[in-house]
């Protein structure tokens, strides 16, 4: 058994190649398409962003629901002694806050099992604007000594909410 499971959501944009490698465990939002409930990872972006454009059958979006953060850490718990989930900030969604509840619940039924929740706040999003996000990094990086900057194009949730053309960032600095 490994002492630390660690568990992200799609929004940390992480590549799936990374989280293979390091077994870190990545919990999709839903897309609501057509009446039908998606998870983020089986959208298609190009259809997603043809139907920004022309502004018909927009989706919605939902975060994970409590038992599904439940029932990923019951997952988990089996495989590992603790459980690190880093969420996307608290400032954009409540999946935060819905992991912590999940978390309380879990100290009933999962007691040997440590659970900590982490609100990331941290990475440069891109929604269809790569060339304006590397732009924003580099300014960034002229700016600020930041230990890590990376680029990602945003997923599906951030896409639906904030159409296209969107740049947001956020870094890590060490003390």
């Known amino acids: 058994m490994r002492k630390v499971a660690i568990m992200t959501d799609t929004a940390s944009n992480i590549p799936q190649e990374l989280a293979e490698k390091f077994n870190i465990k990545v919990m ?14 089986e959208i298609d972006m190009d259809d997603l962003y043809a139907r920004l454009v022309t502004k018909e059958n927009l989706p919605t979006t939902s975060f994970p629901s409590v038992e599904e953060y439940l029932q990923v850490y019951q997952e988990l718990s089996q495989t590992a002694e603790a459980i690190l989930f880093i969420s996307v900030t608290s400032i954009f969604t409540k999946a935060y806050s819905l992991a912590l509840e999940a978390k309380e619940i879990s100290g009933r039924e999962l007691p040997k099992t440590s659970i900590e929740v982490l609100d990331s706040r941290t990475g440069i999003t891109h929604n269809n604007d790569p060339a304006q996000a590397e732009k924003l ?5 002229s700016q600020f000594q930041c ?6 194009e945003a997923l599906a949730p951030a896409v639906v909410h904030t159409g296209q053309g969107l740049v947001d960032f956020g870094f890590y600095v060490s003390d």
Not at 28 to 41: R, V
Not at 137 to 141: D, H, R, T, V
Not at 147 to 152: G, N, Q, R, S, T
């Open 147 to 152: 230990d890590e900057l990376h680029v990602f």
């Open 137 to 141: 990094k580099e300014l960034a990086s």
């Open 28 to 41: 999709p939002f839903h897309i609501i398409m057509d009446g039908k409930d998606y998870l983020d990872t």
